[in-house]
Structure formats: structure tokens, C-alpha cells
């Protein structure tokens, strides 16, 4: 089975990100887990390492409304960074406001968008796009 | 040719003119065909005077006029009722003239025409003004007639009423002295189009001074009344009062934009609660270290206590919105916020804040006691814990009046807010903007509900690293 590398959790709620670390590691998602608890802090540390391919995640699970810099916020930054690494972006997010489903549409670099909670399969389909 | 006597035989037939004279010498009568046909005689003998005169409705009346004659002796016309001898009501146009010889009346002659058609169409006339008076007078709604250039020429009760001027007053003016600026363009727009005949009517809503200056909402109707040559004579305008109907609408689309808000709210709250809830039962499910359950249902527990705060937050903000309808005694603004300011003297001795007070005594705010402490503590709270770790933090409390209405601001030194990256979530539920350990992301969001279920507006100027002002526009306190 396919697996990330390095798999990017950016969510406030620290319960979420707690469990979401707990089932990565238990469908073996990825070899580590980095977590944020907000847009800012991400980027933070995303901006010093984004020319080292071999420290950047893979795969970003990035959830909407948070402080500081909150999820759209966060691509907006993110989108102008000049890497040269393949990272997929998920939404995942409690809102069920269709709203941000077309927002996040209108970004090239969100491969999808997930509503909270996320099960296993979830992940699973997450695994199965990983391109080879 | 006919001779003249001919002529008039033949003439006073065909103009429906009875003649007759009464020769008082000889005491005769005579009258021409037309007059026995008004007075529904068959070819009977002349009858005398008081005979003829019977046939009026007031035999008096004729009389006077006979006798106002012979007085005279200059011409006397009267317009009279009498009834035929066949009992049909009519109307008679009579003329006299008395003549006299030596002194001495000897003869009175004059004419008789049936007018009945005449004058009932005139009543008819008559009563279909009467009824465009009444309708006009009495309309509920403001009804006016103005002239090609705007002026007043006549208005009615309810206009007078709508607009608190008398009818002298509006007569003085133009319906341009009137009409909100900005709303004047595209009326005179459209009574260009009328006068040029491309529309018929038009109808717009549009705002007016009221005689108080205060604006009051209308939808106006216009139409152009033509002459026979077509040609524009003045413009009939209907002016409904729809203030309270827009007043209404507004209300209503505040209330849905609250409702939807919260909707989003709700939903979106109560479920990254109940998502988290969901993946903890199913791991739970799935774990077989009893160690590890245990600790998954302690998590559980946390969860549950998460989602209990999280209801009570959100039916804080429900009994904030149901009691909008609650009293709003008219509170001192300088006192309340004296005692605010003792209540937080802790955490201002703490932070050596300083305080520049600058509110008159007199301002009075309308609002709900709690309310009110519950803004002014969030705002000089927020004030102190975001504060530059640099710099003393100083704060200025103002209030100005703006239209009359007290305008209260908050100024700090802190540590300010990017508003062009966060301005639209300021108030938002559960929404922080520094990593400050006590940040929930409730107070402004209460402060923002408490002070719109006043009746107020709240908004923020900001400058990253220079300071924030907030500032609360009070509801006008209504004497």
C-alpha cells in the first residue's frame, strides 16, 4: 500500500488534531505528522523550508475557520510559494456552507474537500490519489 | 324672403324659444306654439295670469320676477322649475321686459326655453367634480395636482399630514424643495418622458423632507392631465407614505441576515463537536487496549463537556436576540462607565494603563443595563489585554454626537488587528486574532449582538502595531 511521507495538519481544534494523528498512525498514512494550530503557524514554519523538498509534507489537511490566519488565508500565502514539490491540499472542514465548497473549487492546489468527521475510508481515498 | 314675422315664426320653433306677452291694457295673452308645448297645453284658450303661473314649482317666485320687471323696467332673466300640465319636472330659462307708455306699464313680453337637458347635464358635471373633490379631499393616500415646473397647486388632506405642512405652505413651494436630493434626477427624468408623451404614468419610490427634516419614504404615482389640444396642463400625483414598510423590510433583512449567521453558526459549531464525537466512538469501537479505551472516553467526556459550552454560548446570543423587545431605560453614560472602570481598576492598576475620560455628563444612551456594562467591560478589556508589550497602554474614551446621536469611541494603543486580512471576521463567533491564552472569540461577538439588539451599530478602525478604535453608535433616544 501507498503512503505519504510527510503528512500537514493545520486545525485549531486540538482534539481533532489529536485524533486525526491517532487514526493516521493506525492506517500507517504516512511516515510522520506535522500539526498546526493555525494558518500563521504553518506558514511559519512551511516558508524557511519550502526550497528542501525532503522537509516539506506531501499532503496538507487544512481546515477553514481558524485564528490568526485562517485556512483561506493560510493558500493565499501558500499558493505564491515557489516549490519544487508535488504537496496535495485537502480542506477539511466542519462547514457545510456551500459557499466554501465553491470557494475552495476556485483553487487549483485543493484536490478536495472533506467534511468533518473524517473515517478511515476517508484517508483511504486520500491513499489511493497518491500518484506515482 | 320671408317677412320679418315669418322669419320669427319660423325662427322661434327651431331654437325651442316660446315667446309671449301680456298686454295689460287690453288684458290679453298671447304665446307662441313653443310655450304651450313647455307647458303641455292642447290648443286651449289663453289662460290668465295666475293660471300660468300655477304651473311653476314657486308660482311666488315668477311673480317677483314679473314684479322686479314692471319695476325695472330694464330687462330681468331667472332660471325656474315649473311643472307641465302632464306632470313632467322642468327647467325654464325665462327673460321679461316690462314696457311702458306715460308713465305706465302696459305691457310685459319675454321669452321661455326649456333648459332641463342643459341643467342636468351641468348637475351631472357638477356632481362628477363634486365627486373628484370628495375623492381627492378624502383619499388616504397624499394626492396632488402641480404645475408643468414643479409647484403645488393643490394638495390634499393626507399630503398635508404626510409631509406636516399646511396647503399655504405647499403652494409656496415646488415639489423640488421638497424631494431628498439624490432621489431628484430620476423623477425629473421620468417627468420629462411624460411630457414628451413616450410614458403615460410612472411610478417611484423616492424620499422627501418632512417638515421636521426628517426623511420619509414615498411611492409616488404621476400622471399628466392634457387639454382638448392635447397639449400638458398639470400633473396629477398620488403619494403613499411607505416609511414604515421600508423600515419593516430593513428590520426584516437584519433579522434574516442574523438567522442565516446563526444557522451557520449553529451548524458549524455543533458539528466539529459532534465529528470529533463520531471518530472517537468509532476508534473506541475498534481499540482493544483497554488502557487506550479509557483514556478515548475520558477524551469523549471533555468532548461532551466542549459541546454543553458551546450550546450555552449559542442560546446566549438566542436570549440576546428574543430580548430585543426588552426596556431600555435611558441610562447616564459617564456614570455606567465610571463604574465599569472601578469594576476592571484591577487589571488597569495591573497594566498601569492610562485613562483619558472624555464623555459629558449629560449624554444618556438608551440601552439595557447589562448590556451596556457588558460592551464598555469587553472593549476596555479587550483594550488592556491586547496591548503593546512595548508601550504603556493608553486609552481614550470618547463620545461626539453624530446627528444627534451619541457616538462612543474606544481607542487604545495596543497591538491593533490587520483589518484588511481579518475585518470581516472581528465579531465573528470563536474568532481570535492573537495567541493570547484568554482569547475565546465570545466578547466581541456578544458586544456586537447586545449592541445591534439595541438598535446600534458597532465597527473598528485598526492600525497593525499603532491601535484599534472601536466605536458604537448609540439608537437616538426617542423623547
Redesign the interface.
Given at each position: 500500500m501507498k503512503k505519504f511521507d510527510i503528512a500537514c495538519l493545520i486545525d485549531d481544534d486540538k482534539m481533532f488534531t489529536f485524533l486525526m494523528s491517532k487514526q493516521m498512525r493506525l492506517i500507517d498514512f504516512c511516515d510522520s505528522i506535522l500539526v498546526f494550530n493555525d494558518g500563521d503557524e504553518a506558514l511559519r514554519y512551511l516558508k524557511p523550508i519550502m526550497h528542501s523538498p525532503e522537509t516539506l509534507p506531501s499532503v496538507i489537511l487544512l481546515d477553514i475557520n481558524m485564528p490568526v490566519l485562517d485556512g483561506w488565508q493560510f493558500l493565499d500565502e501558500f499558493v505564491k510559494f515557489d516549490i519544487p514539490k508535488k504537496i496535495t491540499v485537502y480542506i477539511v472542514s466542519s462547514s457545510i456552507d456551500h459557499a466554501d465548497r465553491i470557494k475552495a473549487a476556485s483553487y487549483r492546489e485543493v484536490s478536495n474537500f472533506y467534511v468533518k468527521p473524517i473515517t478511515n475510508a476517508n484517508l483511504v481515498e486520500m491513499l489511493n490519489e497518491i500518484e506515482v | 324672403m320671408q317677412t320679418e314675422l315669418r322669419l320669427y315664426k319660423n325662427i322661434a320653433p327651431l331654437a325651442g324659444l316660446g315667446i309671449w306677452e301680456h298686454d295689460l291694457v287690453k288684458d290679453v295673452i298671447y304665446w307662441n306654439d313653443v310655450v304651450r308645448v313647455i307647458l303641455e297645453l292642447g290648443e286651449v284658450a289663453y289662460p290668465s295670469v295666475d293660471e300660468a303661473l300655477s304651473y311653476y314649482k314657486d308660482p311666488v317666485k315668477a311673480r317677483h320676477l314679473i314684479d322686479r320687471a314692471v319695476l325695472s323696467g330694464s330687462p330681468e332673466s331667472a332660471d325656474l322649475e315649473l311643472i307641465g300640465a302632464k306632470g313632467t319636472h322642468k327647467c325654464v330659462n325665462i327673460r321679461i321686459q316690462a314696457e311702458y307708455s306715460k308713465g305706465k306699464c302696459v305691457r310685459i313680453y319675454g321669452t321661455i326655453q326649456d333648459i332641463t337637458a342643459h341643467k342636468k347635464l351641468l348637475k351631472a358635471l357638477e356632481e362628477r367634480e363634486q365627486r373628484f373633490a370628495n375623492a381627492f379631499d378624502h383619499a388616504p393616500i397624499g394626492m396632488a395636482l402641480v404645475s408643468l415646473t414643479g409647484g403645488w397647486i393643490k394638495v390634499n388632506t393626507s399630503l398635508c399630514e404626510l409631509f406636516g405642512y399646511a396647503e399655504e405652505d405647499f403652494l409656496q413651494h415646488t415639489f423640488q424643495d421638497f424631494t431628498f436630493p439624490a432621489d431628484l434626477d430620476a423623477d425629473l427624468k421620468q417627468l420629462q418622458q411624460l411630457i414628451a408623451g413616450k410614458i403615460s404614468t410612472y411610478s417611484m419610490e423616492k424620499r422627501y423632507y418632512h417638515a421636521d427634516g426628517r426623511l420619509i419614504w414615498a411611492l409616488l404615482n404621476v400622471s399628466l392631465v392634457r387639454n382638448d389640444l392635447g397639449e400638458p396642463l398639470y400633473f396629477v400625483s398620488q403619494i403613499k407614505d411607505v416609511t414604515e414598510r421600508k423600515r419593516n423590510m430593513e428590520i426584516i433583512r437584519d433579522q434574516n441576515g442574523r438567522l442565516l449567521n446563526f444557522a451557520?453558526i449553529v451548524?458549524?459549531?455543533l458539528?466539529?463537536h459532534?465529528?470529533?464525537i463520531?471518530?472517537?466512538t468509532?476508534?473506541i469501537q475498534?481499540e482493544e487496549d483497554e488502557a487506550e479505551k479509557d483514556q478515548m472516553l475520558r477524551?469523549l467526556d471533555?468532548?461532551a463537556a466542549?459541546l454543553l459550552e458551546t450550546l450555552e454560548h449559542l442560546n446566549e446570543i438566542v436570549r440576546i436576540h428574543a430580548g430585543e423587545e426588552k426596556e431600555r431605560p435611558e441610562l447616564p453614560l459617564t456614570r455606567e462607565l465610571d463604574r465599569v472602570l472601578t469594576i476592571l481598576s484591577p487589571s488597569i492598576m495591573a497594566s498601569q494603563a492610562n485613562i483619558i475620560k472624555d464623555v459629558p455628563d449629560d449624554v444618556k444612551v438608551a440601552f439595557d443595563p447589562a448590556y451596556l456594562e457588558s460592551v464598555l467591560v469587553n472593549l476596555i478589556s479587550n483594550a488592556l489585554k491586547y496591548r503593546h508589550p512595548d508601550r504603556r497602554p493608553e486609552l481614550i474614551i470618547r463620545t461626539i454626537f453624530c446627528d444627534g446621536v451619541p457616538l462612543l469611541s474606544v481607542a487604545d494603543n495596543g497591538l491593533g488587528i490587520d483589518l484588511k486580512?481579518h475585518g470581516h471576521?472581528l465579531f465573528g463567533m470563536?474568532?481570535?486574532?492573537?495567541?493570547h491564552p484568554d482569547?475565546r472569540?465570545m466578547g466581541l461577538f456578544l458586544v456586537k449582538n447586545q449592541v445591534e439588539a439595541m438598535g446600534g451599530q458597532i465597527w473598528a478602525e485598526s492600525q497593525p502595531g499603532v491601535g484599534t478604535t472601536f466605536f458604537v453608535q448609540f439608537n437616538p433616544v426617542y423623547v
Open positions: - | 451557520h451548524s458549524h459549531n458539528r466539529s459532534s465529528g470529533n463520531r471518530m472517537l468509532s476508534m475498534q477524551l471533555d468532548n466542549n486580512l471576521k470563536y474568532k481570535t486574532f492573537h495567541r482569547a472569540g
